[in-house]
């Protein structure tokens, strides 16, 4: 009777073990941190074969916004939808109704001038789904899981609302997180949040956006859309010490739903590890995430988080702001970045090499400025004209006399360019940078 019921035991045990309600530890699960336990046990449900790829509209696509929820609420983190997600509805060409859902939690600011304000750091929650293909004649269902694409940027975002919320008593801005359903379906959820749901939408100063962040060894990224305002963030995190720096890339990794935001004029930035075999296809799977590397970007986009919460507010577009304030250079001047062929600095199209290779080699800090302990950005406009020469140089938003004159010195003294290319003319084009004066702390 006593060796029937282990036998039975065992059985159950195993089959438990086997089932998607319970995960035996592996040999890693015992090696791992707090951190890395936690974004895989996050990706291990999410990508899991049970929710079936998580199609817009399908049962894994809310089960998905259903953990989404319960773990934010679990992390002490408001809920704005309900906990299965803030549904929506959107027509498709075949005449049916996709339903779809986007989960919102809520962090409160504390500074009565900023808490009204907001930043939506937020995660596609769908994939691709499932998909019948013919073998040898036979119909096979394939489970596209999207272990990378994007469970570890939900993870992610998940493991943020966590640290965000144990140090909410130091967040001047509100905090909005956000699952977006239906990302893939031409971003609809981001969409429906930004035109429908969130009421506030003008308030939003900026978007964090994570969308595939689970392959760091092959590259990690931060894309702007060639904001200043955002991209300084990153340039001035270079200078700190942190367990890994992204590469800002002037080229979009992928198209996601920092793209709905952009076309509200709200600055955001796009996080990604970047493109990886097994992107779209059924290969994409909990063993190809590497943990170890998410850590160290979690880390980092923790920092960025904090600088953007509770910095200065972003512009949208400094070049239209130049031009609504002082008249622009006339309508013979092209913007930068709306050149066929963008003007180049030392081989270089990218505005770093310019700041990097000849600004900040050849700019002194004012020794006025330093007794004064004056530090902060300047933000300069420039054009370059047909032949290459730098003019027109003028501060569109300064700090101090002493500091926007050495700002302004330096690059009226720039070497010529290479003059971009408009229709296969050469053209003048205005270009704006932000120069930054720090102060090094003494030791």
């Known amino acids: 009777m006593v060796k029937r019921f282990i036998s039975a035991f065992i059985l159950v045990f195993f089959w438990l073990a086997a089932s998607a309600q319970f995960r035996t530890p592996s040999y890693s699960d015992l090696q791992d941190g707090e951190t890395i336990s936690a974004l895989r046990n996050h990706i291990s449900y999410i990508a899991s074969m049970a929710l079936e790829g998580r199609a817009a509209g399908s049962e894994g696509e809310t089960d998905a916004a259903v953990y989404v929820g319960e773990t934010l609420g679990s992390y002490g983190v408001d809920l704005l939808s309900p906990v299965d997600g803030d549904i929506f509805g959107m027509k498709r060409p075949a005449g049916d109704t996709l339903v779809s859902r986007n989960v919102i939690g809520f962090i409160p600011g504390y500074d009565p001038a900023l808490r009204d304000r907001y930043i939506v750091i937020g995660a596609r929650l769908d994939n691709i789904g499932t998909r019948d293909v013919t073998i040898n004649g036979e119909v096979k269902t394939r489970i596209y899981n999207g272990a990378n694409g994007n ?22 801005r509100s905090v909005l997180l956000v699952a977006f359903g239906s990302s893939l379906e031409s971003f609809a959820g981001s969409w429906y949040f930004l035109n429908r749901s969130f009421k506030d939408a003008d308030k939003i100063d900026a978007m964090i956006n994570l969308d595939i962040l689970g392959t760091g060894n092959s590259g990690f990224y931060a894309y702007t859309s060639a904001n200043e305002d955002m991209s300084v963030i990153v340039r001035n995190l270079k200078g700190t010490l942190q367990p890994v720096h992204p590469e800002l890339t002037l080229k979009e990794p992928f198209p996601s739903d920092h793209r709905a935001f952009y076309d509200k004029e709200i600055p955001s930035i796009l996080f990604s590890t970047g493109s990886y075999p097994e992107y779209g296809s059924d290969r994409d799977v909990e063993s190809i995430i590497e943990y170890d590397m998410m850590e160290r ?17 972003p512009v949208f577009n400094p070049n239209k702001e130049q031009k609504n304030r002082m008249g622009g250079h006339g309508s013979d001047v092209v913007p930068y970045y709306d050149c066929d062929y963008r003007p180049t600095f030392l081989g270089s199209n990218n505005p770093e090499t310019f700041l990097k290779k000849w600004v900040y080699a050849y700019l002194r800090y004012p020794e006025a400025a330093v ?53 296969g003319k050469k053209v003048k084009s205005e270009i704006s940078v932000w120069v930054d004066f720090r102060l090094k702390k003494k030791k």
């Open 151 to 172: 469970a570890s940027g939900l993870a992610m975002m998940l493991e943020l609302a966590k640290r965000l919320q144990l140090n909410s008593p130091m967040l001047k």
């Open 297 to 313: 970007e979690l880390e980092y986009i923790y920092n960025y988080s904090i600088e953007l919460i509770n910095g200065q507010r």
């Open 371 to 423: 007794a004064q302990g004056l530090q902060g950005r300047v933000l300069v406009d420039f054009v370059i004209d047909e032949k290459g020469k730098v003019t027109n140089v003028q501060v569109l938003r300064g700090v101090h006399d002493l500091l926007d004159d050495e700002a302004v010195r330096v690059i009226s003294a720039s070497p010529d360019w290479k003059p971009g290319r408009l229709a």
